[in-house]
């Protein structure tokens, strides 16, 4: 009997509790906006709610402002897109005198991400930023494809992850949040780092490496080589990393990539993830994470689910399809 036959009596959509905790931080629901999809969160206030969602998180600020790559940094895909935008981003001083003053005006729930070449430049960023009000945790941008110095491939050494999240985890009382790539050997195993240096909580994933050939004039889509994936087309390998993610550490992972409806975000959340992050859907529908909040909350109402906390890691491959081991094991015993 599949698990979803367990579940109790419809309930009042209104009845279920959609709060979740990652670290120290309560969110209101489940729900976040993706860095670099949703600008800094005020840009959208004319069309969406903030306070309807879980929080948001902003587009990753560097010491400097960065003027991104060179065009062409957005080509679209079978079922995804590709992005080459490099980072571009108003700075430290701007973000923190314009943006987040504006954010707090909102009544936003405000992740900050940030990103750097070097770790420090990362502790830069935390000691300028690590007690400012207007920010309730941090997400360290360890992943981004599309930068040739301080990306994805840069922090994809669990040791280096390690030493960086033990320099960074005392400069804020804030909860950090570390943002995994999926391009590299094992997930757990960066994972584990990042938990071990003091992380509070991860996400996971970023975009993964994809490339684009124009054949009639033989060139990439993007001004750069490669891009980053991301879209439709990734959920089903996002999915994956976060699951394995979520069963390697014991602290919070917020699922990422591929979120368009409620069922793609309680995928997430049944996988282990205790949030997800909406990110080129935006692009389709700027409202798109008020519905899923929506609709995360009918579904559970729907099959008696009081809570969605009571929901996160209900999936347990094999058993949860009804398929023990032991049956397992005759199947494969059947096999020539």
């Not at 909040?293 to 689910?305: F, K, N, Q, Y």
């Not at 890691?313 to 058993?319: K, L, N």
């Amino acid at each position: 009997m599949s698990r979803a036959r367990e579940w109790g009596r419809a309930i009042p959509p209104r009845r279920v509790d959609l709060s979740v905790r990652i670290g120290s931080l309560e969110l209101r629901n489940p729900v976040l906006t993706a860095s670099g999809t949703f600008g800094y969160g005020d840009e959208y206030a004319h069309v969406v709610d903030l306070r309807r969602l879980g929080g948001i998180v902003t587009k990753t600020v560097t010491v400097r402002p960065r003027p991104g790559n060179a065009p062409t940094r957005i080509a679209e895909t079978a079922g995804g897109m590709l992005n080459s935008i490099g980072l571009e981003n108003v700075g430290l001083a701007r973000f923190r005198s314009e943006k987040l003053p504006r954010l707090a005006e909102l009544k936003a729930t405000v992740i900050a991400s940030v990103g750097g070449e070097t770790e420090d430049e990362l502790a830069e960023l935390l000691e300028a930023l690590g007690a400012e009000p207007g920010v309730a945790a941090f997400e360290i941008n360890f992943s981004c494809p599309n930068v040739a110095a301080g990306g994805a491939r840069y922090w994809a050494s669990p040791s280096r992850l390690e030493a960086t999240m033990r320099r960074l985890r005392p400069l804020s009382p804030r909860p950090l949040i570390a943002k995994l790539s999926p391009d590299v050997t094992d997930i757990r195993d960066t994972a584990r780092a990042c938990e071990a240096g003091g992380a509070d909580a991860l996400t996971a994933v970023n975009t993964f490496v994809g490339m684009s050939i124009d054949l009639d004039r033989m060139r990439s889509r993007l001004g750069r080589a490669t891009g980053g994936l991301s879209g439709p087309a990734i959920k089903p390998l996002a999915l994956a990393r976060c699951h394995e993610a979520a069963h390697a550490v014991g602290i919070p992972v917020i699922g990422s990539g591929g979120v368009a409806g409620g069922r793609d975000a309680l995928e997430f959340i049944a996988a282990g993830a205790a949030a997800v992050q909406i990110g080129t859907a935006t692009f389709v529908e700027p409202g798109v994470a008020a519905r899923v909040v929506d609709e995360m909350r009918e579904w559970l109402a729907s099959h008696g689910i009081a809570r969605v906390a009571d929901f996160r890691g209900t999936f347990a491959a094999p058993a949860a399809q009804g398929c023990a081991p032991a049956d397992a094991r005759e199947l494969a015993e059947d096999r020539p």
